[in-house]
């Protein structure tokens, strides 16, 4: 059973970064960031193929968050600069080894972290 813990969560001002990792306990294919703000669905943020060589981003992120992954590590990062308060939520990373396709489809992953909370408030 694939286990996925985040870490680097926390509170930072507007215009303030992050960096939020995924520590997976085994190698996995595609691995996405997904995030759920209060009284919101959650959505896609980023996503990453197994050789970091495809990502996608959700136009909100695009030119401020950048998704990476140390496969010997088995660890997925996510550098989140220029933060706004609308990207208060939690965060949460999902792998699937299935497709190799990253997706930011939510449908497609099978595992999920217990999620990092990001708050973006001055």
């Known amino acids: 059973q694939l286990q996925l813990v985040e870490s680097g969560g926390g509170l930072v001002q507007p215009g303030g970064s992050l960096r939020l990792s995924c520590a997976a306990s085994?190698?996995?294919?595609?691995i996405g960031w997904f995030r759920q703000a209060p009284g919101k669905e959650r959505e896609g943020v980023s996503c990453i193929s197994s050789s970091g060589g495809r990502t996608e981003y959700a136009d909100s992120v695009k030119g401020r968050f950048t998704i990476s992954r140390d496969n010997a590590k088995n660890t997925v990062y996510l550098e989140m600069n220029s933060l706004k308060p609308e990207d208060t939520a939690v965060y949460y990373c999902?792998?699937?080894?299935?497709?190799?396709?990253?997706?930011?489809?939510?449908?497609?992953?099978?595992?999920w972290g217990q999620g990092t909370q990001v708050t973006v408030s001055s």
């Open positions: 085994g190698f996995t294919l595609i």
């Open positions: 999902a792998a699937d080894p299935r497709y190799s396709i990253p997706s930011l489809e939510s449908y497609k992953y099978g595992y």
